[in-house]
């Protein structure tokens, strides 16, 4: 998964859902006259990810709760949606509620879309993923690749009520353009003029695989919201 901080283009991409609806007027004033909030827990055992959408979800009246730490799902599934919903599911039994999850990976079409799944296994560290993939595309000169992300929101019996999907279509260079990345160091996003890692908050929410995503289940989830507001 791409180290990138998404909780800003989230933040914007949930809020902006929910600021010209009808729900949303009846929401907010139900929550500031201190009623029970829903409760939304984010599906993801990568703390920095979970810091990230619970930061993402803060001005809105939903109650976010992290994922146990002693909970750890296997990611069995062959595909993103698999994946996202074994995590969404499991958290689901344990806890109740709504729930958040994702699955993303980086396909690269010259290696027949690998890392893909795999993509936060290829390898022990960020450099040697980078040296690992480099060394795989070596001077092929067709460099095109994807960042693909798939989010689901999951009742509290673990039913599936939307999934979306988001692509971030691009090329990899042939050394990072900065140290200290993954993959968004070497992606290059030729409509925002820099790589993934490089992009400002405007471009990763408009471009951006997982804002793409949230976009399309950003209203899903504000109808849930409205729902059990209303009732």
């Known amino acids: ?65 992290r994922q146990p730490s002693d909970l750890d799902i296997e990611e069995t599934g062959s595909t993103y949606l698999d994946n996202a919903l074994l995590k969404a599911r499991a958290a689901a039994e344990l806890l109740g509620g709504l729930v958040i999850a994702d699955d993303s990976g980086l396909e690269v079409d010259a290696l027949d879309g690998a890392p893909g799944l795999f993509s936060a296994r290829f390898a022990p560290s960020n450099q040697e993923k980078i040296k690992k993939i480099l060394a795989a595309l070596d001077d092929n000169p067709y460099r095109s690749a994807r960042f693909c992300s798939v989010m689901v929101l999951c009742d509290s019996q673990g039913h599936l009520l939307k999934a979306a999907e988001g692509i971030c279509w691009g090329e990899l260079l042939k ?57």
């Open 1 to 65: 998964m791409p180290s990138v901080d998404f909780s800003p283009i989230l933040s914007q991409t949930f809020q902006s859902a929910f600021s010209n609806t009808l729900f949303s007027s009846r929401i907010r004033n139900q929550f500031f006259f201190g009623l029970a909030q829903p409760l939304l827990t984010i599906a993801s055992g990568n703390p920095r990810k979970v810091a990230e959408i619970e930061a993402m979800l803060g001005p809105l009246p939903i109650d976010v709760q």
């Open 175 to 231: 050394a990072p353009a900065y140290q200290g990345g993954e993959f968004e160091s070497l992606f290059w996003v030729r409509e925002a003029n820099c790589t993934y890692g490089e992009m400002n908050l405007e471009q990763l929410s408009r471009l951006g695989s997982r804002g793409k995503a949230a976009r399309i289940l950003a209203p899903c989830l504000r109808q849930q919201i409205g729902l059990e507001r209303i009732s």
